[in-house]
Each structure stands twice: as structure tokens, then as C-alpha cells.
């Protein structure tokens, strides 16, 4: 599975991106699909992940109430709907995949994207 993210892009502090993760030449049905970020000099962390059947989802303590994740199966896609942006959310976002994956804490990855650079300006 060749993953892309794309989506990310330079706004302000408070303001909103949409990153979404597509399988190129492929499909991510069946595939549960994570994000992580890495910041500059910093290790790279998990964001939040969704089940391969869209039923559950869990978030990193700094994503959870601000961003969504969801999953559009018709589309191929798996989306991140970030809102109230933060400076310290600046990282290159990746996505990542595995087949029947879960949306819980501790779930491990197969597959990575390149990542999306997110820069939040305050």
C-alpha cells in the first residue's frame, strides 16, 4: 500500500487544515489508518488513529476535543480535521496503515506516507 498525505500548509494560530490520507493505485478498505507527527529535533508521535471498519478512534491527549478523524471508504480516504491550531502542532504529518487495524492506544503500522508539512504561524 502506497499511502499520500496531503493537505497541510501554512495558518495562522486558532485557524483549521484538513489532512487527508489516500491510498495512490489502491484502497485503504480493510486498512486501519493512523497519524503521527514529527516537530523539527523531536521524536516522531502518534496523533490519532481509526479503525479499519471506521467504528473507533483514539487521540493523543493534544489532538483530543480539537482535531477529528474519520475515514470516507467511497473515497478511499482517511481524513484529519484539525481546528484551533496551535503553534506547537508545527511537524511534518504522516499517515500510516495496517490491515485490520484498530483505532485504540498502541496500535503498530506497516505501511507509512510521506508526510505534510504543517506550519502554524502565532
Known amino acids: 500500500v502506497q499511502l499520500q498525505a496531503s493537505g497541510g500548509g501554512l495558518v495562522q494560530a486558532g485557524g483549521s487544515l484538513r489532512l487527508s490520507c489516500a491510498a495512490s493505485?489502491?484502497?485503504?478498505?480493510?486498512?486501519?489508518v493512523g497519524w503521527f507527527r514529527q516537530a523539527p529535533g523531536k521524536e516522531r508521535e502518534f496523533v490519532a488513529n481509526?479503525?479499519?471498519?471506521?467504528?473507533?478512534?483514539s487521540y493523543a491527549d493534544s489532538a483530543e476535543g480539537r482535531w477529528t478523524i474519520s475515514r470516507d471508504n467511497a473515497k478511499h480516504t482517511v481524513f484529519l480535521q484539525m481546528s484551533s491550531l496551535k503553534s506547537e502542532d508545527t511537524a511534518v504529518y504522516f499517515c500510516?496503515?495496517?490491515?485490520w487495524g484498530r483505532g485504540a492506544p498502541g496500535q503498530s503500522y506497516v505501511y507509512w506516507g510521506q508526510g505534510t508539512q504543517v506550519t502554524v504561524s502565532s
Open positions: 481509526i479503525a479499519w471498519s471506521g467504528t473507533s478512534t
Open positions: 493505485g489502491g484502497t485503504l478498505t480493510n486498512y486501519g
Open positions: 500510516a496503515a495496517i490491515k
